[in-house]
Nanobody, 128 residues
Framework: QVQLAESGGGLVQAGDSLRLSCASS????????MGWFRQAPGKEREFVAG???????????DYADSVKGRFTISGDYAKNIVYLQMNSLKPEDTAVYYC??????????????????WGQGTQVTVSS
């Protein structure tokens, strides 16, 4: 069983930065994909970013087009924490952000159904 806990959300102004964290209760011995998704009110949950953890190193980082160049996903395998650095935030980035784990793949899927475990989410609100 894996438990995930997000933190770092908040209310910021357009152009500001935030760093989200996702702490995991379980260590993935060989491989796992870590992903960030978001869900805005009235919209489907969508992929934001992800990478594969293979033997403690990160590979295959992937980003949604809407965040590419502004957001960066990274991880500290020793601490079991995944980060999402968000720069140049826009009002349309307002959403609940979730981290998720896919234990079956080595390349991040953009389909939420491929992820096995989810956190509870953290709210990010960007004012104009």
């Amino acid at each position: 069983q894996v438990q995930l806990a997000e933190s770092g959300g908040g209310l910021v102004q357009a152009g500001d930065s935030l760093r989200l964290s996702c702490a995991s209760s379980g260590r993935f011995v060989t491989r796992a994909v870590m992903g960030w998704f978001r869900q805005a009110p009235g919209k489907e949950r969508e992929f934001v970013a992800g990478f594969a953890w293979i033997s403690g190193r990160t590979y295959n980082a992937d980003y949604a087009d809407s965040v590419k160049g502004r957001f960066t996903i990274s991880g500290d395998y020793a601490k079991n924490i995944v980060y999402l650095q968000m720069n140049s935030l826009k009002p349309e980035d307002t959403a609940v952000y979730y981290c998720a784990v896919d234990i079956d793949r080595t390349f991040p899927s953009r389909a939420r159904s491929d992820y096995n475990y989810w956190g509870q989410g953290t709210q990010v609100t960007v004012s104009s």
